[in-house]
């Protein structure tokens, strides 16, 4: 993805969450209502849909009367994007990865090791067919 993660604030997170937790596109009223704990106004959820929009993370559509949101991407591409800016921050990324590595859960450094077979063999596969 070409533009950097940007952080989202609390409420663009909530918002974020619902609308990643949803089978199907909301409306701004669903999502209000999602977080009625909050006791937001519908107008601000609009606000904050609306930026969002702005910012890629939301697509708009019509429906009937009523404009349906969804998130652009999954919350692992979201986070996995957050990830890769924080890497990219680093004077040493190898010390950066090194450090990191020796923070995860055994569970977790098997799926590290997972995706790094599946991403080798998946550039293998690209550079093989394109010569």
Do not use: C
């Not at 949803?22 to 209502?33: E, G």
């Not at 979201?78 to 800016?85: F, I, P």
């Not at 950066?96 to 020796?102: D, G, I, K, P």
């Amino acid at each position: 993805m070409s533009r950097a993660a940007a952080k989202l604030g609390e409420l663009e997170r909530a918002i974020m969450e619902v609308l990643w937790s949803a089978p199907t596109p909301l409306t701004a009223r669903v999502i209000s209502d999602e977080l009625r704990d909050r006791e937001l106004a519908k107008t601000t959820v609009l606000t904050v849909l609306s930026r969002l929009e702005k910012k890629g993370r939301v697509t708009r559509s019509r429906e009937d009367w009523a404009h349906t949101y969804a998130a652009t991407a999954s919350r692992e591409d979201y986070v996995a994007e957050l990830m890769h800016d924080a890497l990219e921050d680093a004077s040493d990324r190898s010390a950066a990865l090194v450090r990191f590595v020796s923070n995860v859960s055994p569970d977790e450094a098997q799926a590290l090791q997972s995706a790094l077979v599946a991403a080798t063999r998946s550039k293998r596969s690209r550079t093989q067919a394109g010569q």
